[in-house]
Nanobody, 115 residues
Framework: QVRLVESGGGLVQAGGSLRLSCAYSGIILSINTMGWYRQAPGKQRELVASIRSAYNTEYADSVKGRFTISRVTAKNTVYLEMNSLKAEDTAVYYC?????????WGQGTQVTVSS
């Protein structure tokens, strides 16, 4: 069984920074993609950033240049460094793992950016 646990969310002023962490455990295949999604009230869940096993990364246009996704395999952790935060970044952020044709989600962590 795969388990994902997010942490690091909170309240921050516009222009500030936060770092989210996603600790994963269980049976993890060598080929996988991990990502961060977010869902704001009344909106659909959207992809923020993803990272593949070869450390290829992709970002939503809205966060390019401000957010950085990274992973430390030895710690079984994926990070999302968020800088220059804006009010529109306010959402619940979810960690996601896709491997072997299956997807897994964490419980989410709230990020609130005050303007």
């Amino acid at each position: 069984q795969v388990r994902l646990v997010e942490s690091g969310g909170g309240l921050v002023q516009a222009g500030g920074s936060l770092r989210l962490s996603c600790a994963y455990s269980g049976i993890i295949l060598s080929i996988n993609t991990m990502g961060w999604y977010r869902q704001a009230p009344g909106k659909q869940r959207e992809l923020v950033a993803s990272i593949r096993s070869a450390y290829n990364t992709e970002y939503a246009d809205s966060v390019k240049g401000r957010f950085t996704i990274s992973r430390v395999t030895a710690k079984n952790t994926v990070y999302l460094e968020m800088n220059s935060l804006k009010a529109e970044d306010t959402a619940v952020y979810y960690c996601n793992l896709v491997q072997g044709g299956s997807g897994y989600w964490g419980q989410g962590t709230q990020v609130t950016v005050s303007s």
